[in-house]
């Protein structure tokens, strides 16, 4: 199996704690571009969203396809880094779902901050288990990703620089 990556930065002229509350509080999730829905089945050990958190969020892949994961916070170190993995991937179909068919090994978002700016990467490893649709899935879900993650980190980064959040 050929494991896919997702990769992306930004910088952010707001502080780091602002961004990184932002990115790590599921409860905003549902204002972000494509995301729906967001919410926790299981709060973290010390702080709400952090560590051993569970979550589940609702993404609009392609703008109409929506992906339900399940992820769990394995990582949270305020207000530099926290981790998530997912556990599970589902498309839901009306009222039928169907597995992904995804293997997650990796969900990293970290933050430095130098003279006022807060740079931001984001890297998502994974493969896929379809067979025959493997490669045109994973390809897809890669550039699909891309595109998304982006968008949730520009819609950071404005309403961050308006003050807005």
């Known amino acids: 199996m050929s494991i896919k990556s997702i990769d992306v930065s930004i910088d952010i002229h707001s ?5 990184f509350e932002r990115l ?10 494509n995301v729906p829905a967001a ?20 993404l609009k892949a392609f703008g109409f396809l929506p992906i339900e994961f399940i992820e769990e916070i394995p990582v949270y170190q305020k207000p530099c880094l926290f981790e998530y993995r997912v556990k599970s991937a ?9 597995d992904a068919g995804i ?7 970290s933050l430095s ?16 288990t379809w067979p025959l649709l493997k490669y045109i899935t994973a390809m897809a879900l890669e550039l699909e ?9 520009e819609y950071v980064k404005r309403e961050s620089e308006e003050g807005s959040i």
């Open 113 to 128: 901050e130098k003279d006022g700016k807060t740079t931001v990467h984001w890297v998502s490893k994974f493969e896929m």
């Open 15 to 19: 502080p780091i704690d602002r961004v």
């Open 39 to 58: 919410r926790l089945t299981q709060l973290g050990k010390e702080e709400r969203n952090g560590e051993g958190a569970i979550r589940e969020v609702t």
């Open 145 to 153: 990703g891309s595109r998304l993650f982006m968008n949730v980190l």
């Open 90 to 98: 589902r498309y839901k179909l009306g009222l039928f779902t169907l």
């Open 103 to 109: 293997i997650h090994h990796l969900g990293r978002v």
């Open 24 to 33: 790590s509080d599921h409860a905003a999730y549902g204002r972000f571009p």
